[in-house]
């Protein structure tokens, strides 16, 4: 009687071939699906601009020197919480986005927020006392206007927001995949290990990936994807000294 199958090696055949197919495909897969998640990110933040257009005119102001801190867009200008997290790293870490929500709520009274704004008061500032290592805002704003960023995504490009050390969770997230381990890290317990320049995303981590973007998001309410720089965002400050050397060209 003939039996109908396949031998072991047909078998091991067919389990190579599919596993070479899968080496290939999952690198491409894994670059759409992260395409994807920025493509969603630049949407939150096109709500987001308009949101805080809004806010600021209610607020009796349509200048960008009234920025500040994103969260307090919510409940009355964005009434979803879900709008203020990047889709990325909510899709990575739900609990740890949970835990930072409870923990924000609880010290400021709003929900956290993974995106982060820029402060032109503070830039001013910073560029005053620094007058050789900083440009200021206004710099950037008298030559960039409307087009100058306000705010920006930066988890696609470090894996990691910034302000997890709101919550235990978000501490021990970040230390864990935000940070090369080969850098000194102050142990829990220690007076500064709370603070937010020691919470914060020092690259490469484990999630850091320089072919992904920096979203940002600029006055003018338009959301553009920055494939350049390295792991600091300076954005504002590059296209700003672009533009005055091609002014200085002329």
């Excluded at 220690?190 to 995303?201: D, R, V």
């Amino acid at each position: 009687m003939r039996r109908n199958g396949m031998t072991l090696m047909e078998l091991l055949t067919v389990i190579s071939i599919l596993a070479t197919l899968s080496a290939f495909l999952f690198p491409v897969y894994t670059q759409v699906r992260k395409r994807i998640y920025v493509t969603q990110c630049a949407t939150q933040m096109k709500q987001i601009g308009v949101a805080l257009k809004m806010y600021l005119h209610d607020w009796g102001s349509d200048s960008p020197y009234d920025v500040n801190y994103l969260d307090k867009l919510f409940p009355n200008y964005i009434n979803d919480e879900r709008l203020l997290v990047c889709p990325y790293f909510a899709s990575m870490a739900p609990e740890v986005v949970a835990d930072l929500h409870a923990n924000h709520r609880k010290v400021f009274g709003f929900p956290w927020t993974s995106y982060k704004s820029v402060f032109p008061i503070a830039l001013d500032q910073i560029a005053r006392k620094y007058p050789d290592e900083h440009i200021s805002f206004a710099e950037m704003y008298s030559v960039l206007g409307d087009r100058v960023p306000i705010a920006y995504c930066m988890v696609h490009r470090i894996g990691c927001p910034d302000y997890l050390h709101i919550s235990p969770k978000g501490r021990k997230f970040c230390f864990k995949y935000c940070r090369d381990p080969n850098v000194f890290i102050f142990p829990p317990g220690h007076p500064l290990w709370s603070l937010e320049e020691l919470a914060s995303p020092i690259p490469p981590g484990l999630l850091s990936d320089l072919s992904q973007p920096w979203v940002v998001l600029r006055w003018d309410g338009s959301v553009s994807l920055d494939y350049g720089g390295g792991w600091f965002f300076n954005t504002g400050e590059r296209e700003f000294l672009e533009r005055v050397w091609k002014r200085q060209q002329k």
